[in-house]
């Protein structure tokens, strides 16, 4: 059975070539790795986490070298491919403690409860409705063991809407358009812009995300407006949500 992918037309994914994504400058320097063992070490009580949207697997692989067993879920082939790329040029025992499955992360059903549940980077944004927010929330309650936890961390709308690059804004659907300009740089350290496609991301406040997360069937933990510092979240903010959650006591 074929993936349905139209969540990627839609927010833009489709619409440029992954090199460049992959390529740009500041995501090559972007390393979260050690952050997230900490977390994992402070507040998992297990070993089983599942990453969605884990895109090319930089942080899985970072996670499961640090001795986790990890699940990548994505809906991007591409971004897959690298992955498996990436895990294959990691040791046997790295790669046996690595999963990775192509699904959508609102409707997948991995029929396995993990200790801890990832969804960061922005890719909650890429969610266009209420709708597919609280399906995507509630196959992370899902996935969640009784005793697990779940982190969720994406940019502010304060941090969006203060950004320099050129955007269309549509406060009716809270969706912020962006024509996407990659800096790459070379071999030789040379950096070019190059303008391809588009990026779409519907801007969430935060009275709003607390309201999604209650009906989902979480509790907070912790609120901290970014993740390395574990600073309080304070509203408003120009930095990060950063919300590590249990499920909601009964």
């Known amino acids: 059975m074929l993936t349905d992918t139209s969540r990627l037309d839609a927010c833009g994914w489709s619409s440029f070539d992954i090199e460049l994504f992959l390529n740009e400058t500041g995501r090559k320097t972007r390393d979260l790795g050690d952050w997230f063992v900490r977390l994992l070490a402070d507040f998992s009580e297990g070993d089983r986490v599942l990453e969605l949207c884990c895109g090319s697997g930089a942080l899985a692989v970072a996670i499961a070298a640090a001795g986790y067993r990890v699940t990548g879920v994505d809906l991007d082939q591409r971004m897959l491919d690298v992955f498996a790329a990436r895990l294959a040029r990691e040791g046997q025992d790295v790669r046996e ?88 740089e070379d071999e030789a350290g040379r950096r070019t812009t190059v303008r391809q496609g588009f990026e779409a991301r519907r801007l969430t406040w935060p009275c709003e995300l607390e309201l999604l997360l209650k009906v989902a069937g979480f509790e907070v933990e912790h609120r901290w407006g970014h993740l390395g510092t574990r600073a309080p979240f304070v509203d408003p903010s120009t930095e990060q949500y950063a919300y590590l959650m249990q499920k909601a006591r009964r």
């Open 97 to 184: 403690r690595v999963s990775i499955v192509q699904a959508d992360v609102c409707t997948s059903n991995l029929d396995e409860a993990f200790d801890f549940v990832i969804l960061e980077d922005d890719s909650f944004q890429y969610l266009a409705t209420h709708e597919d927010q609280l399906a995507c929330l509630a196959r992370a309650h899902e996935h969640l063991g009784e005793r697990g936890r779940f982190f969720l961390m994406f940019e502010t709308p304060q941090r969006e809407l203060a950004m320099k690059q050129a955007y269309d804004y549509d406060p009716i659907r809270q969706m912020k358009t962006v024509k996407a300009d990659w800096e790459i």
